[in-house]
Structure formats: structure tokens, C-alpha cells
């Protein structure tokens, strides 16, 4: 008998209890870093293939693009923002994106992209973004562990997410502006997956947004 209608199930248990602990949920302290100035990255094209190759160029490119966001930071004496940059700049992270102005954006990967089966993109909802990034990161990390060694899951912080519940959470407003970007990206993943099998599916998605299927 096929345990996939089970196995589904439990990944949408997994799915919603992520969003509810580690994504969704602002903690009372949360705030917007927009303040805090940062140079706008280069324009970078779409993927195009995901030949790990191809991929470790962009991560180095990208790796090269919140480096010079830390030293932005350094150079205006907020030494929360620059610690935090420098760890998201460590060898061990991979970023497809990254632009620090406005509160940041990021697109973080997990696991091997070039090989995956099964790609998770988990979009978060308030209170994320570069000084509260570490809810994203946890969130992401615990959903790769759950999906195992075939899979990739690529953390989206692509829009400002509200900061406090509350107006503007509960509208659709931000997540509306956020969507073209989403409905861009994860076609992107589609055209470069290396073998017939993968699917690429979301995690997540904030209040309001209404996202196309991925095939």
C-alpha cells in the first residue's frame, strides 16, 4: 500500500508548524533596520543553469555583495548590523541574492541545489528581516533536516515583511508588491532543475500573497 497520501500529510504538519514557530510570529521587539544605509548590490541575471559551477560563481559574487553591505555598516557605527552581515558572509552560507537596503533582501540556499529532487521555497511572513533573520535561518535549516539529503530548500526574503502584527499584517498590500518578484523566481527554479523529478513547492507564503503553482 502507498504511504504517500500519509507522507504528504505530515510534511503539511511540518509545513504549518514551521511557519507558526519560526517564521510568522514577530517577536515584541521587532523592528525595521530600513535606517541603516547599504550599497545597491549589481544587477544580476536569472539563473540559468544549476551546474555547481555556475552556482558557486553566483554564491561568490553574491557572498562579495554582503561584504561590502558589512563594511557599509561598519562605516556607519552600527556594530549589530555589521555582525550580523559578517556571519551571513561566512563560506558555509550561499546566497542566489542579496541587497541590504531598506532592511534586506536575501535568497539564501540549503542544501545542493545542483542536485535536489525536491526544492522547498519558504517565504516568510513579519518580523523577518537582516537583524531578525536568524527565525528564517532556523526555520529553513529545520525544514531541509526534515526533507533529507535530496532536497534544497531556499529561504525568499524578497519583501519588506510587516514588522509587528497588526496593520499592515493582516492586508495584503506588501505581499501584493512582493509577488511578481515570487512568480519570477521560482519559474527560474523550474527551467535549471538538472533531471525530470524535481518539483519545486512552497513552504510558506505571507498573508495575502497568492502564488502560481510550481510544476
Not at 535549471?192 to 495575502?208: C, E, F, L, N, Q
Request: proline share 10%; aromatic share 6%; hydrophobic share 40%.
Amino acid at each position: 500500500m502507498s504511504t504517500r497520501p500519509r507522507r504528504n500529510g505530515l510534511f503539511r504538519g511540518l509545513f504549518a508548524a514551521l511557519v507558526t514557530a519560526t517564521v510568522a510570529v514577530p517577536t515584541a521587539a521587532a523592528a525595521g533596520p530600513a535606517g541603516v544605509p547599504a550599497p545597491a548590490p549589481p544587477l544580476q541575471g536569472p539563473l540559468r543553469t544549476a551546474a555547481p559551477e555556475a552556482l558557486a560563481e553566483r554564491y561568490a559574487a553574491t557572498r562579495a555583495d554582503i561584504v561590502a553591505a558589512e563594511h557599509t555598516a561598519v562605516g556607519h557605527g552600527d556594530r549589530k548590523r555589521a555582525a550580523a552581515l559578517h556571519t551571513m558572509a561566512g563560506p558555509a552560507r550561499r546566497f542566489l541574492f542579496f541587497d541590504g537596503r531598506d532592511g534586506g533582501r536575501g535568497i539564501e540556499v540549503f542544501g545542493d541545489l545542483a542536485h535536489a529532487e525536491r526544492i522547498a521555497v519558504l517565504v516568510p511572513g513579519a518580523g523577518i528581516d537582516i537583524d531578525h533573520y536568524g527565525r528564517l535561518l532556523d526555520g529553513a535549516r529545520a525544514l531541509h533536516g526534515a526533507l533529507g539529503r535530496r532536497s534544497a530548500v531556499i529561504a525568499w526574503l524578497g519583501y519588506a515583511t510587516p514588522t509587528m502584527p497588526g496593520p499592515p499584517s493582516p492586508t495584503s498590500g506588501r505581499a501584493e508588491k512582493a509577488a511578481p518578484q515570487l512568480r519570477r523566481f521560482t519559474p527560474e527554479l523550474t527551467r535549471i532543475r538538472p533531471t525530470d523529478r524535481s518539483k519545486v513547492v512552497h513552504a510558506s507564503r505571507p498573508a495575502g500573497m497568492r502564488t502560481a503553482p510550481c510544476t
